[in-house]
């Protein structure tokens, strides 16, 4: 298990860094508005991967995590072809949007909607090699990503346009999904979608709606909080979150490595997946916390190196965006928890109310007090979101308890039901 979370760690670091240059290259050449025009396109993107992982990777990491070679390949081979499916749909759906916008913004989401498939694509290889309990493969990918994305961003610092550095961001993950198929030998197979689909559908409906609800909160509160308070809020929302990017990214990404071990302690011991479950949230959390201390005593000059002309507003919302993020590692504990279980059921309710916390909060905030409300308002919601997920996890082992129990109580009924039971 060590070695496998050590991969998923230092993947995650290669993706953290990936995406805290990107912003930073961004705020910094751009400025407030602009980047916050940037900030409702990385939303929007977002929420389309979270469309992909709740129809594709997502029941791949709960039914396919450790099974033989021939079956991985065969799901990873339908399930790419569902991502890269799921990408095309989100593409145009974002360029008949950028169709009706104007200026940048209109520029951006076309720009994003082009990219839209190679973005979900290289996103669905790192599943598929977690799922195998080959992270390193995963790491290579997200390298490759990071390093084209170096001359990517210099040549799109020389058109200075937000579409450049959108179409700059996404050419350099299709160079990162083709690596991927050098890698495996595995090409999508976008005909498989409907079987996969068909075949995923106790699984596929309820975690695309759970992760759907939880983007789609946040690209509420986005969207809310610009009309409310202007672009320039959502730019410096977004700032302050890019300080605490690295966490961010490995909460969205510890379930690549935190799903399948949590899968083989429900096998090996399940009464200790309620203390892997808390392990994990409260590890996430101190991290959080001591990363937002040392932001808080960050000096203007680094500050200002990073973000630019963003850090004054941003800098200000450092301690609510620091507790959001430590809220939301222990929602990632329980959440892992409920996945093992396959209790779809139970976590799917769960992320609508969590969801609709996120959302009010954020938005009654922006109400009151702009940026700063609206961040101190998501802190609130989510910490209260925190409670109704391990409340939720609660009941599913218990739940999980009371159906062993009743299922050892009645006699086996031939030699490969006891087989059966002893696995």
């Not at 309990?133 to 210099?154: E, H, Q, Y």
Request: aromatic share 10%; charged share 10%; hydrophobic share 55%.
């Amino acid at each position: 298990m060590a070695g496998r979370v050590s991969w998923g760690l230092a993947d995650q670091a290669v993706s953290s860094l990936t995406n805290f240059a990107v912003g930073s290259y961004v705020a910094r050449s751009l400025g407030a508005t602009a980047f916050g025009i940037f900030g409702l396109a990385m939303v929007t993107y977002s929420v389309s991967l979270n469309v992909s992982r709740g129809l594709a990777t997502d029941p791949l990491m709960v039914r396919f995590s450790g099974v033989s070679t021939q079956l991985w390949r065969r799901a990873v081979a339908r399930s790419g072809g569902t991502a890269l499916a799921a990408g095309a749909a989100a593409g145009a759906v974002c360029l008949v949007i950028g169709a009706f916008l104007h200026g940048s913004l209109a520029h951006a989401f076309i720009c994003l909607g082009i990219m839209l498939p190679a973005l979900l694509m290289q996103d669905s290889w790192r599943f598929a090699f977690f799922a195998a309990g080959a992270g390193r493969k995963a790491f290579a990918n997200d390298l490759v990503w990071g390093i084209m994305l170096i001359p990517a961003m210099v040549l799109a610092d020389r058109f200075g346009t937000i579409s450049s550095f959108v179409l700059a961001w996404g050419a350099s993950a299709a160079i990162a999904a083709a690596f991927g198929c050098i890698q495996t030998g595995i090409f999508p197979r976008v005909a498989a979608t409907r079987d996969w689909l068909r075949e995923q559908r106790e699984l596929a409906p309820r975690y695309l709606l759970e992760n759907v609800s939880n983007s789609g909160a946040y690209q509420l509160r986005m969207y809310g909080l610009g009309g409310i308070a202007g672009l320039a809020a959502v730019g410096t929302v977004r700032g302050a979150e890019l300080l605490l990017g690295p966490f961010t990214a490995v909460l969205m990404g510890l379930s690549l490595v935190t799903v399948g071990e949590a899968s083989r302690v429900l096998r090996r011991a399940p009464h200790k997946l309620r203390q892997f479950c808390f392990l994990l949230g409260a590890a996430q959390a101190v991290a959080a916390l001591v990363w937002g201390l040392a932001l808080l005593v960050l000096p203007d000059r680094a500050g200002w190196f990073v973000l630019g002309p963003v850090w004054p507003l941003a800098s200000a919302l450092i301690v609510p965006a620091t507790l959001s993020i430590a809220g939301a590692s222990f929602i990632t504990g329980a959440q892992v928890g409920l996945r093992a279980l396959g209790a779809a059921r139970r976590s799917m309710p769960t992320q609508l109310l969590a969801s609709s916390f996120y959302v009010v909060g954020g938005l009654l905030g922006a109400v009151v007090a702009g940026a700063a409300g609206s961040a101190w308002g998501a802190a609130v919601a989510t910490t209260s979101g925190a409670l109704v997920w391990w409340f939720q996890l609660s009941r599913g082992l218990k739940e999980r308890t009371m159906t062993v129990r009743a299922r050892q109580s009645v006699p086996p009924s031939g030699p490969r039901e006891v087989e059966e039971r002893r696995a």
